[in-house]
């Protein structure tokens, strides 16, 4: 077991997953379906903030301190008073500002230069004295643990497993950072590919440096699937949580879509929102294991 899923491990999410109010399944055969991409926060595991904490800005100073004293980073008498957290969502922005300035609509950042800036900057200002040369990949997955336990949703080895054996794709186009797929690791003991994705065909946007709802992502989720498995759009399923960034853009590009609505916590019906009216998913889950019945 690898440091990172240690980290995620030891501060995992134990609360039940509970089913939204409105929540009720409506499911219909889809026929011609020859592959299934996922979004990953709020679809395939429950989050404690429903989401990749990156994105929220809610004060968690505490938990960044934390952080760095419990990785050899000795805090400074200096550092009284100061908001190390807002130092973080700073350097967000400004990464996030600098793809903007470029011309992408919605920019995502890489969390470890983000780290990396952040840790220089701190020293530089006589706040922090790192009594070892801190390691940013594993600051970042020890942060994002701290702020955002997570839990994998009820029925998902299982419905991996059978979506597997029955020789489906399987893709992802998620929001994500690069410790995501660890989650898979930690909480199913199995890599990506040992599960049945296609690793070739996921799409994650730190590595694209552009996020959900842009259609980019699924634009290049669709190339992907057509150059590596001969599929267009209209053959695969997208299941997501978010209606603005899940079922909207997916639609936008051909994919089949299936809404998830088996988390109060995650499920995001954009309802009243003008810019997504025209979005409809054509079936809607509460429970993972359901796509089996539609496919």
């Known amino acids: 077991m690898s440091q990172f899923t240690e980290r995620i491990l030891s501060r995992k999410h134990n609360g039940p997953v509970q089913l939204p109010e409105d929540a009720a399944p409506r499911l219909t055969k889809i026929e011609g ?18 989401d990749i904490s ?8 505490a938990a960044l301190r ?3 004293s419990e990785n050899g980073i000795e805090i400074l008498d200096t550092a009284k008073g100061r908001r190390f957290d807002d130092h973080l ?11 903007r300035a470029s011309g992408i609509e919605f920019p995502e950042v890489d969390i470890r230069s983000v780290w990396v800036e952040l840790i220089d ?10 009594k070892i040369t801190p390691d940013p990949e594993l600051l970042a997955v020890d942060y994002e643990s701290r702020v955002n336990p997570i839990q994998p949703m009820p029925a998902l080895a299982q419905t991996l497993s059978a979506l597997q054996s029955r020789g489906l794709v399987m893709s992802i186009i998620s929001n994500a950072q690069f410790y995501t797929p660890f989650l898979f690791e930690a909480f ?17 946007s730190y590595a694209m440096l552009e996020g959900k709802p842009s259609t980019a992502l699924y634009i290049k989720s669709a190339e992907l699937l057509q150059q590596h498995h001969g599929l267009k759009p209209e053959e695969a399923l997208y299941v997501g949580n978010d209606m603005r960034n899940d079922i909207w853009p997916a639609q936008k590009i051909g994919f ?20 997504y009216t025209d979005a409809k998913a054509d079936i809607e889950l509460t429970s993972l294991d359901q796509i089996l019945q539609v496919l």
């Open 33 to 50: 379906i020859q592959a299934v991409v996922f979004d990953v926060y709020g679809t395939l595991f429950s989050s404690g903030v429903g």
């Open 54 to 61: 990156l994105a929220t800005q809610q004060n968690r100073d």
């Open 66 to 68: 934390a952080t760095l």
């Open 89 to 99: 969502h700073a350097i967000i922005g400004k990464h996030q500002d600098a793809r």
């Open 121 to 130: 900057e701190l020293e530089r200002s006589r706040t922090i004295n790192p």
């Open 188 to 204: 199913l003991e199995n890599d990506l590919s040992g599960l049945g994705f296609c690793s070739d065909s996921a799409v994650w």
């Open 256 to 275: 089949k879509t299936a809404l998830f609505a088996g988390d109060r916590l995650s499920l995001r019906r954009r309802v009243g929102d003008p810019h």
